[in-house]
T-cell receptor, first 113, second 119 residues
Framework: QQPVQSPQAVILREGEDAVINCSSSKALYSVHWYRQKHGEAPVFLMILLKGGEQKGHDKISASFNEKKQQSSLYLTASQLSYSGTYFCGTAKNYGGSQGNLIFGKGTKLSVKP | DAGVIQSPRHEVTEMGQEVTLRCKPISGHNSLFWYRQTMMRGLELLIYFNNNVPIDDSGMPEDRFSAKMPNASFSTLKIQPSEPRDSAVYFC?????????????????FGDGTRLSIL
């Protein structure tokens, strides 16, 4: 049930773009994205609730394809501050224990000057 | 506004000892989650509470683990007796659940975690 993230790790030069994918074998109600810097807590980035929904703020955006049970996180013109491990968390259904998040193993992003 | 507060930040203890981790959720939040993070298994949900009531504890590894939430502003996770394989970072998170939803459509706010080492 754990969503699968790809790639496991990516190294970028400042200004380059990256895409992180999250896929599930189960039907999804929502997808959450979090970023965790080394030694710190995960920090919420965004939630996608509807099939085909796309969200973004600043230069980080995401899409959610409900039919394909997939979500992608897009980082454009990466900055040094984008470095960290990105986690997707998926919820299978609305409400109760089915609304629990199951997190992927993360994608480690390193942005170099 | 104060975020989720966890204590202690670090704990080192010997195998067999009792360990108690503490969490104060964000004021006004009605759902609280305990997670464990390791390199091998990633971020795992142990238990969550809604309005101070445990809803799902299926992620608790075994009877050595127990969690309580005596009121809306405090929760504990206890390990007794502790074992080296319990070494991990333990996070507490809270959210304001809307309607019957627990976590699916609301962001979770994480505390800074407790880094636990069992020798």
């Amino acid at each position: 049930q754990q969503p699968v993230q790809s790639p496991q790790a990516v190294i970028l030069r400042e200004g380059e773009d990256a895409v992180i994918n999250c896929s599930s074998s189960k039907a999804l109600y929502s997808v959450h994205w979090y970023r965790q810097k080394h030694g710190e807590a995960p920090v919420f980035l965004m939630i996608l609730l509807k099939g085909g929904e796309q969200k973004g703020h600043d230069k980080i955006s995401a899409s959610f394809n409900e039919k394909k049970q997939q979500s992608s996180l897009y980082l454009t013109a990466s900055q040094l501050s984008y470095s960290g491990t990105y986690f997707c968390g998926t919820a299978k259904n609305y409400g109760g224990s089915q609304g629990n998040l199951i997190f992927g193993k993360g994608t480690k992003l390193s942005v170099k000057p | 506004d104060a975020g989720v507060i966890q204590s202690p930040r670090h704990e080192v203890t010997e195998m067999g000892q009792e360990v108690t981790l503490r969490c104060k959720p964000i004021s006004g939040h009605n759902s609280l989650f305990w997670y464990r993070q390791t390199m091998m298994r990633g971020l795992e949900l142990l238990i969550y509470f809604n309005n101070n009531v445990p809803i799902d504890d299926s992620g608790m590894p075994e009877d050595r683990f127990s969690a309580k939430m005596p009121n809306a502003s405090f929760s504990t996770l206890k390990i007794q007796p502790s074992e080296p394989r319990d070494s991990a970072v333990y996070f507490c998170a809270s959210t304001l659940a809307v309607g019957v939803d627990i976590s699916g459509n609301q962001p979770q706010h994480f505390g800074d975690g407790t880094r636990l080492s069992i020798l």
